[in-house]
Structure formats: structure tokens, C-alpha cells
């Protein structure tokens, strides 16, 4: 936790230890769900317009792994936005910059 929870985000959380109780149990079962969690044969399903939004520097889900997710999606539905200087959670590090892009995603013309 003292090391790699720190890399999640660029900028230090508000959601900081003060807001923040450890349950050990629920992340060990979380972790092992997680684990073997593989949802990409499921996004070929999604037919609605579907925003991927990632940060340039997270280590979670890296740019490979958005990129492959817009992939998988079936063709003119997914959208990709990279956020620079921006960790696991882009409203955290770069909020002006994730609003700026929700805003534009929900106003775009989807019909196309």
C-alpha cells in the first residue's frame, strides 16, 4: 500500500486515509474475483456510444489495455480519450480535463 498506491494518481487524492477504512477481507475477495475477471468478449455486445477514458500514466489500465478495449468494441460505437499527466482515475488528476471530455462525449452528435 505504501508503495504502489501513491503510482494510482499523479495528483495525491482528496479521497485520502480520512475518508478511506481498509477491510482486508473484502479486498482479498475482491482480488481474487478480479483476478479472473476477463470482460472482453462481452464489449462486442455493447451497441451504445461508449466513451473509453484513460490516463496516460496509469498503471492499472494502461493506454494498451483502453486501446484494446476500443478495439473490441464493434466499429463506430467506442470512443477514445487520452488524459495527459494522469494516473488511475483521470477526475482526480486532470478534473477540468475529464469534464472538458465528458462534456464533449455527451454533446457529440451520436447519431453518426
Same mark, same amino acid.
Given at each position: 500500500? !505504501? /508503495?504502489? @498506491?501513491? @503510482?494510482?494518481? *499523479? %495528483?495525491?487524492? $482528496?479521497? +485520502?486515509?480520512?475518508? /478511506?477504512?481498509?477491510?482486508?477481507?473484502?479486498?482479498?475477495?475482491?482480488?481474487? !474475483?478480479?483476478?479472473?475477471?476477463? @470482460?472482453?468478449? &462481452?464489449?462486442?455486445? *455493447?451497441?451504445?456510444? $461508449?466513451?473509453?477514458?484513460? +490516463?496516460? &500514466?496509469?498503471?492499472? $489500465?494502461?493506454? =494498451?489495455?483502453? =486501446? =484494446?478495449?476500443?478495439?473490441?468494441?464493434? &466499429? +463506430?460505437?467506442? #470512443? @477514445?480519450? #487520452?488524459?495527459?499527466?494522469? +494516473?488511475?482515475? /483521470?477526475?482526480?488528476? %486532470?478534473?477540468? #480535463? /475529464? =469534464? %472538458? !471530455?465528458?462534456?464533449?462525449?455527451?454533446?457529440?452528435?451520436?447519431?453518426?
Amino acid at each position: 500500500m !505504501a /508503495t504502489c @498506491l501513491p @503510482l494510482y494518481n *499523479i %495528483q495525491p487524492s $482528496t479521497f +485520502g486515509p480520512r475518508r /478511506t477504512w481498509m477491510n482486508l477481507r473484502v479486498l482479498v475477495d475482491f482480488n481474487e !474475483a478480479f483476478a479472473e475477471m476477463d @470482460l472482453r468478449d &462481452d464489449l462486442a455486445a *455493447i451497441n451504445c456510444p $461508449t466513451l473509453v477514458l484513460v +490516463g496516460e &500514466d496509469d498503471p492499472m $489500465t494502461p493506454v =494498451e489495455a483502453a =486501446e =484494446e478495449m476500443l478495439a473490441l468494441l464493434p &466499429d +463506430g460505437v467506442g #470512443r @477514445l480519450e #487520452r488524459v495527459e499527466r494522469c +494516473g488511475h482515475g /483521470t477526475f482526480r488528476d %486532470q478534473p477540468e #480535463r /475529464t =469534464e %472538458q !471530455a465528458l462534456r464533449a462525449f455527451w454533446s457529440a452528435d451520436l447519431s453518426r
